[in-house]
């Protein structure tokens, strides 16, 4: 057997490993009601927010507070320490990374999905009150 | 019907070039083929000449695309949708490739370019690798083909008219002639998105895009010798191409950090976004490819690797086109591409590449000569290939996690193959997962390109390396505890260790060049790109792991939360910032955009500010706000700043009402807003009906409401929402004590509730104010001079090789 070899099999294992730990790094879409039982456990959920309720950020504070629906239907009061993103009310949909608590989901990261343009484009196509 | 004031030729045009692009290339791939099979000559022309048709197709398509652009045909659905009459004429160019039809046609554009000089140059490997060129190329054109035989969807053409595309077909505007003139819709595009109005946007994604052509060149190669089952001769010609692709992908990649840097607000130059990654993994495998061949040229091992890296590098540029293309990460990048329903044909063209590559090479891998003595512990070629293995591992690792969106699409609870019982999210903290894995990859990798030098082909002898290395060592432990002293390293393990290793190598290629190889030129290629890379490795080091966020405030709201790393900022109040006073002074509107002056003291009193930033938000119909950084760049530090709110943000009355919210209630629906309960009682609907006609002329809709505060008491409202023939109109409500306002704004048409919008009583004396990010990246300049050197070190490469080869 060629140290190359012995080398490659080296690096196959390593391969493997990575594969591992990534598998535990990742973390899983899951629903408030999911995050709920686990408080405390970080976990990734996707939902839009819910216009009918209040919206509140707090610059002094730092402080905003929405309230979200995720993709299972269920509301929750979402609790985020960082300023509100830019054009929060338009998003479409609101990607959470956080952890529940007994009265808000803490979320440390959001990312948001804004409608494009290309979906402006289907606003001027549906423009038929012509 | 004729339509009018459409430009119809041009589109046509635009749409023969792309067919024959499409056409000319599939023949000459069929016709290099015939020619291999036949030895017939006139074959070789016919293949040629349409090689070269396709190239002057392609050029065609260019010319059409920018043509309509510059003329603002908005009849045209990319033109409408990417540019707009107020752009500006130097940004005509991000406008040609924002969408994916302009960078298909970016991407055909440089694979023609470098296949005409192929076409040219590469002698007896012209027409194997031209034939891989050519089907490439066929491929690629059918993306913008914009076809639909048999049902099927065949790529998406840039040349489409508006009323032609599948969202518009058969809709009423579409069936009136003069649509162009009667709908201001139509008059204007929508224009460019905001973030690519920045010069980096007008050279990043050409010289991206050459970085991803360049790597078909040693695929094509490589395929060519296996195919003519001549193993050997390839690596030659194939070499300065590899160089080519590392130093110009190297660059595009380098560049599209810069642009991140200074115009985005994620504060930094990489964030291991999947869009990021993409680009990077390629280019990863095309160095450990590079190194790969080169070990062949001198000591003839290593070629089955050079082979496999080679091919490789190319099907990671298919498979991140998919991956960015498909619109499969839709969830976890902010700026994957939106997906134009063509996922189906990159995955043909992903497996069709793959296929016949890798089954050629598993075909072919027992012919493929191996060398049969084992290589020396201590040679140079032996530690090339471990680092060659390093760079395939720590590229593996990347790629591996950034296709957790594809690994739950086949294997998550709604995949094909549903073994995973919850859907498998990216790492919640992306970049502390993959740093986890890429630093230490980078020490063992900057290591070997330190020592590597010192290292001869076949036998090293060990007091020659210790006499040069030692050297090289003490120079390298005085500056790296210097470096650790003046940033603080010595409790970090890990980060010191790679402290070391970056100085190091950048002293010993140093001494290589100047006192081995004389400071000639000859030997200058090497040493310039690994003192660059180590370069690289050293600012990227000490930029993020010494970071300091100056805005970052003391409170903390809990534990397991990271403290906020904003600063609130009060117009003429002084704040500090890190070694620094900070004040915000004032709000100037330049246009579109909002101008936040800050002017920073280096001590409370002084008259004269050391230095102002004005970072801004872009304020665009289509983005929303959109912060612009403004950057303060020393020597040995960069203050970077971009504002994350501000109180011109939020929308306020004339007689200071603001905070507004909007509201919808149904009737016995109760709301909550600033501490007061909004009860939504009933509607009172009140019509005018003109007598004579029966059509109504006035609508009075009245919302009777209660607002009850924390102390129960209650208060009746009736906001009122009139509508006179055409003429809207609202009855507010204001509670001057509670300091409340609320307006019947609208009815909601779907779910009959009505929309109510309410606003509170500002502060009289509140002052304007901002809320900015400010951090402070330590020596981050080394990493923008270790880049130009990486990639002036890999072009002078290639001119060695070049030359060489020559001689």
């Not at chain 2, 020490?443 to 210790?466: M, P």
Request: net charge negative.
């Amino acid at each position: 057997m060629k140290r190359t070899h012995i080398a490659i099999i080296v690096f196959i294992a390593l391969a493997i490993g990575a594969i591992m730990v990534t598998i535990n790094d990742a973390s899983t879409y899951v629903g408030f009601n999911r995050a709920s039982e686990n408080p405390g456990t970080k976990y990734t959920v996707i939902g839009y927010l819910d216009k009918d309720a209040p919206m509140d950020y707090n610059a002094r504070a730092n402080r905003f507070n929405f309230t979200a629906i995720d993709k299972e239907g269920n509301k929750q009061k979402v609790f985020y320490n960082q300023p509100k993103p830019q054009d929060f009310e338009r998003s479409e949909e609101i990607t959470m990374k956080g952890f529940a608590t007994d009265s808000a989901f803490v979320a440390s990261e959001i990312l948001m999905k804004c409608p494009s343009k290309y979906n402006e484009q289907n606003e001027v196509a549906g423009y038929d009150t012509y | 019907m004729e339509y009018i004031g459409e430009h119809l030729l041009p589109g046509q045009l635009g749409r023969f070039f792309v067919s024959l692009s499409f056409g000319a290339a599939l023949i000459s791939a069929i016709a290099y083929f015939l020619y291999i099979k036949s030895q017939n000559q006139s074959y070789k022309k016919v293949a040629r000449g349409l090689f070269l048709a396709h190239a002057a197709a392609v050029m065609g398509i260019v010319g059409t695309l920018f043509y309509l652009l510059l003329s603002h045909y908005f009849e045209y659905d990319y033109v409408w949708k990417h540019s707009s009459l107020s752009l500006e004429s130097q940004y005509v160019f991000s406008a040609f490739w924002e969408g994916q039809e302009g960078s298909f046609i970016l991407w055909l554009f440089w694979h023609a370019i470098l296949g005409v000089i192929l076409q040219f140059t590469a002698k007896k490997w012209e027409a194997p690798a031209m034939i891989v060129f050519s089907a490439v190329q066929a491929f690629l054109s059918s993306m913008v083909l914009g076809v639909f035989p048999f049902g099927l969807r065949i790529g998406s053409s840039p040349f489409i008219l508006m009323r032609n595309t599948a969202d518009n077909i058969g809709l009423p505007w579409t069936k009136i002639p003069d649509y162009l003139e009667r709908f201001p819709s139509f008059m204007d595009g929508t224009g460019l998105n905001p973030l690519l109005q920045n010069y980096w946007m007008t050279i990043h994604p050409p010289t991206l895009f050459l970085g991803f052509a360049s790597t078909l060149v040693p695929f094509a190669f490589a395929l060519a010798a296996l195919f003519n089952r001549d193993y050997k001769s390839w690596v030659k010609p194939a070499l300065p191409w590899a160089f080519f692709s590392v130093g110009i992908l190297g660059l595009g990649i380098l560049m599209g950090g810069a642009w991140a840097y200074e115009a985005l607000s994620f504060g930094g130059f990489w964030a291991w976004d999947p869009v990021e990654n993409s680009s990077l993994v390629p280019w990863i495998v095309m160095v450990g490819a590079a190194h790969l061949m080169l070990i062949y040229r001198n000591k003839k091992t290593a070629l089955t690797a050079a082979f496999l890296l080679s091919i490789l590098s190319f099907i990671l540029i298919l498979y991140s086109t998919f991956l960015t293309r498909s619109g499969v990460l839709g969830d976890s990048s902010v700026h994957a591409f939106v997906d134009l329903g063509l996922s189906g044909q990159l995955l043909v063209y992903l497996g069709f590449f793959t296929l016949i590559a890798f089954g050629l090479l598993i075909f072919r891998y027992k012919d493929i000569p191996k060398s049969k003595k084992e290589d020396d512990l201590t040679s140079r070629e032996f530690w090339m290939f471990i680092g060659s293995l390093v760079l395939l591992i720590a590229a593996f690792q990347i790629i591996f996690s950034t296709s957790i969106p594809v690994i739950n699409k086949l294997f998550g609870p709604e995949g094909a193959l549903p073994l995973l019982t919850d859907a498998m999210a990216p790492p919640l903290d992306a970049i502390k997962h993959y740093n986890s894995f890429q630093v230490p990859f980078a020490l063992v990798i900057t290591l070997l390109l330190g020592i590597g030098q010192f290292l001869a082909y076949g036998k090293t002898n060990a007091k020659r390396f210790w006499k040069n290395s030692s050297i090289s060592i003490a120079v390298a432990l005085v500056f790296t505890a210097l470096l650790a002293q003046l940033y603080n390293f010595w409790s970090q393990g890990l980060y010191l260790s790679f402290l070391f290793v970056a100085v190091y190598a950048i002293i010993s290629n140093l001494y290589y060049w100047l006192f081995l190889g004389k400071g000639k030129l000859g030997f200058s290629g090497s040493s310039v790109a690994h003192i660059g890379f180590a370069l690289i490795m050293l600012g990227s080091l000490i930029s993020n792991a010494k970071k300091d966020v100056i805005s970052q405030s003391e409170v903390f709201l809990s534990e397991d939360l990271p403290a906020n790393e904003n600063a609130l900022l009060e117009q003429k109040d002084s704040i500090t910032l890190g070694q620094y006073f900070a004040v915000f002074e004032e709000m100037e509107e330049i246009g579109n955009e909002q101008n936040y002056v800050v002017s920073y003291f280096n001590k409370p009193g002084d008259n004269k500010y050391a230095f102002q930033l004005r970072p801004f938000l872009l304020m665009s119909d289509q983005m929303g706000p959109t912060p612009n950084p403004d950057t303060e760049h020393f020597w040995h530090k960069d203050i970077y700043t971009h504002v994350t709110y501000s109180s011109y943000l939020e929308p306020k009355t004339g007689d200071g009402f603001g905070k507004e919210a909007l509201v919808e209630l149904g009737e016995g629906d109760t709301a909550l807003y600033r501490e007061h309960f909004i009860v939504m009682d009933s509607l009172k609907v009140n019509a005018g009906i003109n007598d004579e006609t029966g059509e109504m002329e006035s609508l009075t809709l009245t919302a009777v409401a209660r607002v009850i505060n924390v102390l129960g008491q209650e208060f009746k409202i009736r906001p009122t929402y009139e509508l006179q023939g055409e003429v809207l109109g609202h009855t507010d409500e204001t509670l001057y004590e509670a300091g409340l306002r609320f307006r019947f704004e609208e009815v909601n048409m779907e779910t009959n509730d009505i929309v109510m919008k309410a606003w509170s009583k500002l502060d009289e004396d509140q002052k304007p104010f901002i809320v900015m990010k400010a951090i402070v990246f330590p020596l981050i300049n080394l990493l923008w001079i270790g880049s130009i050197l990486m990639v002036i070190g890999s072009f002078i490469a290639v001119f060695q090789r070049y030359k060489n080869n020559r001689a």
